[in-house]
């Protein structure tokens, strides 16, 4: 596998594949890999001839920067994960690579998707992840591009930013991994205590219940329903909310003709963790 540093040794690479003419497939992703990441490099495997990763802990998607200096940074683990799954090349670019005029963010029109609920919380951090995959996309330009479901609404705003754009990249959307226990896959279990890593089962418990809920009662009812749950619990909810899957608009009532899902924040102990599911 090769490991590309700087931004001319993967203009190199991507001028063979262009040459060639060869279809790539490309996981951006912040290192700390797990199964869910190797789902998505396995996806690309699949689809294309050769499948590209990156790896960068992106510092303006941070609006926490303590919690920006306690990401995990596990890179020898996870090169040696891309070899074992046969991912071709790695990008691991430094900070001037992708902000060479420093840590500025573009000005990407995300049609109102970025103002709910992840984006209320965390203010600018959908401007800084727009901004670094627009410019991974743009130096990588592969045909296609790799992202897990369990960032629903992240997926929903690159979806946007790339058809506004124009970007000839195909954009998949890959669904959730869980561990046994229901638990997302995410970077940050590793930061979980014990106590806490067998308390945070609830959360996909409390997404089924409210898959269950939904079908006797309207969508306000079931989130102040699940809302109640989590009094409790060791657990700090810090919003559970149901809402259409293409707008992300807030759900008032339950129409057949669209899908909606249930999104939910939660802090077990210092380590926030996100979760959602399709409900209808």
Do not use: W
């Not at 797990?34 to 699949?46: M, N, Q, V, Y």
């Not at 020898?76 to 799954?85: C, G, H, P, R, T």
């Amino acid at each position: 596998m090769l490991i590309l540093k700087t931004r001319n040794e993967l203009f190199d690479f991507i001028q063979y594949i262009n040459a060639k003419n060869l279809s790539l497939g490309f996981v951006p992703t912040m290192g700390a890999l797990h199964d869910g990441h190797l789902s998505l490099f396995k996806r690309a495997i699949e689809d294309n001839q050769y499948t590209i990763g990156s790896i960068f802990i992106n510092p303006t998607q941070f609006d926490n920067q303590n919690d920006l200096l306690k990401y995990p940074r596990t890179v020898e683990d996870d090169i040696n994960k891309l070899e074992s799954v046969g991912c071709d090349a790695v990008y691991i670019p430094g900070v001037e690579d992708l902000y060479p005029n420093g840590l500025e963010c573009d000005t990407i029109a995300m049609n109102g998707l970025d103002l709910v609920m992840e984006g209320e919380f965390r203010p600018g951090h959908f401007q800084g992840m727009a901004t670094v995959v627009k410019r991974l996309l743009l130096q990588i330009n592969p045909t296609r591009a790799y992202f897990g479901e369990k960032d629903f609404q992240q997926l929903q705003i690159i979806r946007h930013m790339v058809c506004a754009l124009k970007l000839p990249v195909e954009i998949v959307g890959m669904p959730i991994i869980r561990e046994s226990s229901g638990l997302a896959m995410s970077s940050r279990n590793m930061r979980l205590t014990p106590d806490f890593k067998k308390k945070s089962i609830f959360i996909y418990q409390s997404l089924l219940k409210a898959k269950e809920l939904s079908s006797h009662y309207t969508p306000q009812k079931v989130v102040s329903k699940i809302e109640k749950m989590y009094l409790n619990t060791d657990l700090k909810l810090e919003y559970f909310t149901i809402v259409n899957e293409e707008t992300l608009l807030t759900a008032n009532t339950f129409d057949d003709c669209k899908n909606y899902r249930a999104f939910i924040a939660v802090f077990a102990g210092d380590i926030r963790l996100i979760d959602n599911l399709q409900i209808r």
